[in-house]
C-alpha cells in the first residue's frame, strides 16, 4: 500500500512541481523586466526634464542675439539704457542668475545679477574675462552658433562662489547691423533647481555623471562636483566603479547586472537632443558643446529581489499546501481502491436517480426561464418608457412654459391673442404624444413585444415639429424636408416618433448662432433598404476625439450647453431594440448628419 501511495503522490505532485519551476522562473524574469521597464521610464522622464528646462535658455540667447545691438551698446558709459528692458527680462526668468554683456577683448561691459531674495542688481564693478574657457570657445563662433558650458561651480573673480551654485553657462556671438562682431552675450542657468528636481522622489539612488565620469548628482553629496572643489574627494564613478563604467560607457548598453546589483542608463547628448531645439519656421538650433550625461539608478541586490523573495514565499506555500492536499488525496484514493466495484454500482443507482430528478429540474428550470426572461422584457419595456417619457416631454413643455411666459408680461389683449396658435399648437402635439405613450403602455400590458404599424412619415415629422413651434418661429431656422425616397414605413410609432424627436431637438439646441440653421429631413433607398437622414449646419461634433463615446449614456461634448447627455443613448438603443441602426458623420463648424438604416422593413 506504501509503494503505492507514493507512485500516486509523484503521478500527482511532477506536474505541479514543473509549473512551480516555471511560475519562479517567470516571476524572476517578469520582476526584473518591470523594474528595469519602470526605472528606464523615469530615467527617460528626467532626461525630458533636463531638455525642457534648457530649451528656453537657447531660444533666449538667439533672441538676444538677434536684438539690434550696436557699438553704444558694448561702451559701458553708454549702455545704461539697456537696463531696463534686459532687467524685466530677468525677472521672468528665475533661473537666470546673471547676464552679461562681453565685448572682443573679453572684458564686461554689461552685467546684471540676481541676488539670493530674486532682485536684480547691475554690477559695477565688471571683470575681465579674456581668460575663461567659454570666452575662448565662443570668440570664435559663426553667426546664429550657440555655445553651453559644461555644468560647473559658479567663479567670481577666478574664486568659487560659496555656498556653491552648479551653474550651465550659454553663450551667443553679437553682431550689429552692417556685420561686425561686437562680442558675446552670456547667461547664467542655475542648475540649483533643476538638480533637486532629478533628486525628487528617486525610490532607488540615482547618479547624474558627466562623461569623463564626474559626479554632477550622487546620493553622497560629498561626491558632487568632488573635481571641481579645491581640497575635495576627487573620486569619481569611474574610479569608484572601472567594471561598472566601462559597460554602461557604450552606445548600445542601456542595463546591467554586476555581482547581483542592476544599473539602468541613459545618455544625454546636447548638441543631439537640443539641437532640435526651434527657433522660428524651419530653423533649429545650432548647438556648439561637449556635454554628454550620464543618468544612472542603482538597485542593489537587496532592493532587487525584495519583491521576488515575496512572490516565491507564495509559490512554495502553495506548494506546500498542494503536497498535502495531495497526499490526503493519494491516501483516500488509495485506501477506497477494494472497495471501488461497490462504490460504482452505487454510484449508478445514485446516477439513474440524479437523472430522472435532473431531467424534473430541467423542466422546472425552463418554465422559470420563460418567466425570468418575460419579466426581464417587462422591466425593460417600463425602464425604457420611463425614459421616453421623462426625456421626450421636455421640448415641450419647456415651449409651453415659454408661451405661458410670454402671454404673461403681454402689454395688451392683441398681443397676447397671438400666442394663441402655438399654444394651441404646442398643447395638441403634447395630446398626441400623451396618446402615444398610452398606446405604448396599452401594449405593454397586453403583449411582450413591441408593436409594429404602418407610419405614414410626413405626419410624424410635421407633429414633432410642432413641440418645437415656439423655437421655429422665434429662431432663423429653416426646415427642408424631402421624402421622395419612401413616405411610409412599418415600425414602432412610439420609437420612430422618439428618435425623430431627439434629432430634431439636438439640431436646434446645436445650431451655430453665426449663421441661418438649416435641418434637412429627406429619405432615400440604398442596397434596397429604406434610409432616414437627419442632416444641419450646426457646430458640428469633433469625431475623433469623441466619436467612439457619441452614443454613450450621460456623455457630452459642447460645454455650455444644456443637456443630460440621454437623447443620442435612446436613441441608438431604441433602434438597435429592432433591429436598425444609426450611423453618424460630423465636422466641426460645417454641421452633423445622422442616417437611419431600417433593415428588413417595408
Not at 507514493?6 to 520582476?31: C, G, N, R, T
Not at 575635495?232 to 574610479?239: A, L, Q, S, W, Y
Amino acid at each position: 500500500m506504501l509503494k503505492r501511495l507514493l507512485l500516486k503522490f509523484v503521478k500527482y505532485y511532477l506536474p505541479v512541481l514543473i509549473l512551480s519551476v516555471f511560475a519562479v522562473l517567470w516571476i524572476y524574469q517578469k520582476e526584473h523586466n518591470n523594474l528595469t521597464s519602470l526605472q528606464q521610464k523615469e530615467l527617460s522622464n528626467k532626461k525630458q526634464l533636463i531638455v525642457e528646462l534648457l530649451k528656453p535658455m537657447i531660444a533666449n540667447l538667439y533672441y538676444w542675439e538677434q536684438y539690434h545691438f550696436d557699438e553704444k551698446d558694448f561702451d559701458p558709459e553708454t549702455n545704461a539704457h539697456l537696463d531696463k528692458e534686459i532687467g524685466d527680462f530677468l525677472i521672468g526668468m528665475d533661473s537666470y542668475s546673471q547676464f552679461r554683456l562681453i565685448n572682443l577683448d573679453g572684458k564686461e561691459v554689461f552685467r546684471l545679477n540676481r541676488k539670493e531674495n530674486g532682485q536684480i542688481v547691475k554690477s559695477i564693478e565688471l571683470q575681465d574675462k579674456a581668460d575663461r574657457d567659454y570666452y575662448q570657445v565662443t570668440r570664435n563662433l559663426s553667426k546664429n552658433q550657440i555655445y553651453l558650458s559644461p555644468l560647473n561651480l559658479n567663479q567670481e573673480n577666478g574664486v568659487l562662489e560659496v555656498p556653491y551654485t552648479p551653474m550651465i553657462r550659454g553663450v551667443a556671438p553679437i553682431w550689429d547691423g552692417s556685420g561686425n562682431k561686437l562680442g558675446i552675450v552670456v547667461i547664467n542657468f542655475s542648475a540649483v533647481k533643476l538638480l533637486d528636481l532629478l533628486k525628487k522622489d528617486n525610490q532607488y539612488p540615482f547618479m547624474l555623471l558627466d562623461h569623463q565620469g564626474n559626479y554632477l548628482v550622487s546620493k553622497d553629496g560629498t561626491k558632487e562636483f568632488a573635481h571641481l572643489i579645491p581640497d575635495g574627494r576627487n573620486i569619481t564613478f569611474k574610479e569608484d566603479r572601472p567594471q561598472v563604467w566601462d559597460s554602461l560607457n557604450t552606445e548600445e548598453s542601456k542595463t546591467l547586472f554586476h555581482n547581483g546589483d542592476l544599473w539602468v542608463k541613459t545618455g544625454l547628448d546636447f548638441p543631439n537632443e537640443l539641437s532640435q531645439t526651434p527657433l522660428f519656421q524651419h530653423k533649429f538650433a545650432d548647438i556648439k558643446t561637449n556635454n554628454k550625461w550620464v543618468l544612472l539608478k542603482h538597485i542593489d541586490s537587496q532592493l532587487l529581489n525584495v519583491g521576488i523573495k515575496r512572490e516565491i514565499f507564495s509559490v512554495l506555500l502553495i506548494n506546500a499546501l498542494v503536497i498535502l492536499a495531495i497526499f490526503c488525496m493519494s491516501f483516500l484514493e488509495t485506501k477506497t481502491e477494494n472497495s471501488e466495484r461497490e462504490y460504482f454500482k452505487a454510484l449508478e443507482l445514485m446516477n439513474n436517480e440524479l437523472e430522472i430528478k435532473s431531467s424534473e429540474l430541467e423542466n422546472k428550470n425552463k418554465a422559470l426561464a420563460i418567466i425570468q426572461h418575460k419579466l426581464e422584457v417587462r422591466n425593460a419595456q417600463l425602464l425604457e418608457y420611463n425614459n421616453i417619457v421623462a426625456h421626450n416631454l421636455r421640448a415641450p413643455t419647456t415651449s409651453v412654459s415659454a408661451l405661458v411666459s410670454m402671454l404673461t408680461e403681454s402689454k395688451n389683449y392683441e398681443e397676447a391673442k397671438s400666442y394663441f396658435p402655438k399654444l394651441h399648437k404646442v398643447t395638441n402635439a403634447i395630446n398626441t404624444l400623451v396618446d402615444d405613450l398610452l398606446v405604448y403602455v396599452r401594449i405593454l400590458n397586453d403583449d411582450d413585444q413591441i408593436r409594429l404599424e404602418n407610419i405614414a412619415l410626413e405626419p410624424l415629422i410635421m407633429a414633432t415639429l410642432d413641440l418645437y413651434v415656439e423655437t421655429l418661429d422665434k429662431e432663423t431656422i429653416e426646415v427642408k424636408t424631402d421624402l421622395s425616397g419612401w413616405k411610409e414605413i412599418k415600425f414602432s410609432k412610439i420609437y420612430l416618433q422618439s428618435v425623430t424627436q431627439n434629432l430634431i431637438s439636438n439640431a436646434i439646441k446645436y445650431r451655430d448662432p453665426n449663421k441661418k440653421s438649416v435641418i434637412h429631413i429627406r429619405t432615400l433607398l440604398e442596397n434596397n433598404r429604406k434610409v432616414l437622414v437627419f442632416e444641419d449646419n450646426g457646430i458640428g461634433v469633433d469625431l475623433n476625439r469623441y466619436g467612439s463615446d457619441i452614443f454613450k449614456l450621460y456623455k457630452r461634448f459642447h460645454r455650455g450647453l444644456s443637456g443630460k447627455g440621454m437623447g443620442l443613448f435612446l436613441v441608438k438603443t431604441q433602434l438597435e431594440s429592432l433591429n436598425a441602426s444609426i450611423e453618424v458623420t460630423s465636422e466641426l463648424g460645417i454641421g452633423t448628419t445622422f442616417k437611419i438604416i431600417f433593415d428588413n422593413y417595408e
